[in-house]
């Protein structure tokens, strides 16, 4: 009687197994099927740098339900005999704050390779993101590599 017990069990456990895995198989493909509620594109800029002192400006206008801008660079190799200063500032009416500034040395990714996120301040309007090209050896600021504020 107990093999029996055991046959039947053994049986339905395996017909539930299968019954799932089917279930779980049909609602896998509805899932795919389904379109995000809300979709975003992803604004993209292309700049080259290749000419010194000149200034390339990004500039996200705050918008609403956005609490952040956020400034992402590929990989960009520069020029042996330059180095490039990145910044980012706040504006509010007439007004900026410098936020962040970094030298990037030999890639723009040094700076910009992992996305940099600006919260927005109260009274900003857009965030700017400023690159340009230096030559080597200039004296620039030099205590300000790498910081966020």
Not at 6 to 13: A, E, F, P, S, V
Not at 55 to 71: D, E, L
Not at 77 to 93: H, Q
């Amino acid at each position: 009687m107990m093999n029996i017990v055991r046959k039947y069990i053994g049986t339905g456990l395996i017909t539930l197994v299968g019954a799932l895995g089917i279930m779980g198989m049909s609602a896998g493909a509805a899932w795919a099927e389904r379109t995000p509620a809300r979709t975003s594109e992803a604004r993209a800029t292309k700049s080259e740098l290749s000419t010194y002192h000149k200034v390339i400006k990004v500039v996200r206008n705050r918008s609403t339900g956005k609490s952040k801008a956020t400034f992402y660079a590929e990989p960009q190799l520069l020029d042996e005999n330059a180095v490039a200063i990145v910044s980012i500032r706040s504006i509010a009416s007439d007004t900026g704050i410098e936020r962040f500034r970094c030298v990037a040395t030999h890639d723009i990714a040094e700076c910009l390779g992992t996305p940099v996120k600006i919260k927005y301040l109260p009274l900003d309007t857009k965030v700017v993101l400023e690159i340009q090209l230096v030559p080597r050896g200039l004296d620039f600021d030099r205590d300000a590599l790498a910081t966020l504020h």
